[in-house]
């Protein structure tokens, strides 16, 4: 067991739509443009907000997950990315306590509960006066301790700033560290998933300097480092110790527009198992990488850019190719969707794909089965057939999918979805190693048998 002193510090929100990326976008860029090396992080099983972290920082943004992570294994993997920085700055999720279901766990708060930091809460006060701080005090004793030891305002103008601060520092004791005033010249886009991703940005670069600008303006950043420097040590023991050497493969992972949601320790994982990762596009390339043993098609949109992959003609005869020879592919949601027979559009426009999988992928108006939950196959596959842990979150549905896989919720919600082979894992739940090393542990394995048969 090891024991370090790591300065961190949380930036969390009342609830969605409260501004806490933005705050904690204007935070990273102002302490970027300090020198600070820092450590990013964001709680729960979001894509692309640690996009923007790591475009601020220069370095990968790690999720903390209270359930796919035990306590021992959060502060394992908050440790490790650690390693070479000066501190931390973890962006919460959703409103302070809200966690799995009704409970508490796997919140922002699960988070700064587990790994013992402090927490700024961002509040957007509009259309109120006094209720504001009872809002704030409510938060600050719903749990103890709470591990809230600050506030930010966001969204107000900075003539009622001192009256803001006078009150709520006067009627909850927390300090309040600044605001940010309205500006819809740094608002970030969006669309059905969240966040426009990172390279979709109107102006990005122009947009973080004018946060970092603002945050150097009306956020005390000097209060908040020494908030940070306030957290105690952390007691933890080396992260993945299970994921050894077994191998030494090539393995080809999707990223451009259309495919950019992966977990950073998955990567990690995948790497120190052995394998070496050569990123590929799907949307530009000609076709798959040279001697590859395995292929890795995370989740994004590729419903934006069905058109471009449709035509992309010799990318879909490589996958096809590939397919043929059983190379060994790992394809979470929107990968899916690219081995489906076809994907309609949003405007009814369908568009040929792979076509290694059945199913037809359509656009919806709603969410489908959404968040966490537990998938099983009694068949013999790439991921094994033991019950592991994965999570849910897309604007599609699959027609005559496979249905392969149980599906279930912890509400005891159940379906069935997906394709399970020995070579091919296809589904809409995205996976996290780090939770279950047996799924990156028979990938690597079916790449070396690959490698073996050549």
């Not at 969006?190 to 990172?198: E, I």
């Not at 950073?264 to 798959?288: K, Q, T, Y």
Request: glycine fraction near 10%; hydrophobic fraction near 40%.
């Amino acid at each position: 067991m090891k024991k370090d002193f790591f300065p961190r510090l949380m930036v969390c929100g009342t609830g969605s739509g409260c501004g806490k990326t933005t705050v904690t976008g204007a935070i990273l860029q102002a302490f970027r443009q300090r020198g600070i090396s820092l450590a990013p992080y964001k709680c729960g099983p979001d894509y692309i907000d640690p996009m923007f972290h790591r475009e601020i920082t220069g370095n990968v943004s790690v999720n903390l997950d209270g359930v796919f992570l035990s306590p021992e294994k959060m502060r394992e993997i908050f440790a490790w990315h650690m390693e070479g920085k000066q501190a931390a700055v973890i962006e919460g999720v959703m409103g302070y306590y809200d966690g799995q279901g009704s409970s508490d766990r796997a919140s922002s708060y699960d988070v700064a509960r587990i790994t013992g930091t402090p927490a700024v809460l961002v509040v957007r006060p509009g259309g109120t006066a006094l209720s504001a701080a009872a809002m704030i005090q409510g938060y600050r004793d719903f749990r103890q301790p709470s591990m809230i030891s600050g506030i930010i305002l966001n969204d107000i103008r900075e003539g009622m700033y001192a009256y803001y601060k006078e009150m709520i520092e006067a009627e909850t004791g927390l300090k309040v560290y600044g605001f940010l005033p309205k500006s819809a010249e740094v608002a970030l886009q969006s669309r059905h998933l969240g966040l426009v991703t990172v390279r979709e940005q109107e102006n990005l670069e122009k947009k973080l300097r004018m946060l970092g600008t603002m945050a150097e303006k009306y956020i005390d950043l000097d209060g908040l480092m020494a908030l940070a420097e306030s957290a105690g040590s952390l007691s933890y023991t080396e992260a993945f110790t299970e994921f050894k050497k077994t191998g030494d493969v090539r393995l080809a992972v999707a990223g451009d527009r259309a495919f950019c949601f992966y977990y950073a320790d998955n990567l990690e994982c995948l790497r120190r198992l052995g394998a070496e990762l050569v990123f590929f596009s799907p949307l530009e390339d000609p076709g798959l990488p040279e001697n590859i043993q395995g292929i890795y098609l995370g989740g994004g949109y590729p419903e934006v850019y069905a058109k471009k992959l449709s035509e992309n003609t010799s990318m879909l005869t490589s996958m096809r190719r590939a397919a043929e020879r059983k190379i060994p592919v790992l394809a979470e949601c929107g990968g899916y969707m690219y081995l489906s027979q076809e994907i309609q559009d949003a405007e009814g426009k369908i568009w040929p794909m792979a076509g290694i999988l059945g199913g037809r992928a359509r656009m919806t108006e709603s969410l489908g089965p959404f968040g966490y939950v537990r998938i099983q196959t009694q068949k013999e596959s790439l991921i094994g057939n033991q019950a592991v842990p994965a999570h849910e979150f897309h604007y599609s549905m699959m027609e005559d999918e496979p249905e392969d896989f149980e599906i279930r919720k912890k509400t005891g919600r159940g379906w069935r979805g997906g394709a399970a082979l020995p070579w091919l894992y296809g589904a809409y739940p995205h996976l996290y190693f780090y939770s279950c090393p047996e799924i990156p542990i028979n990938f690597i394995q079916a790449m070396e048998a690959v490698k073996h048969d050549d």
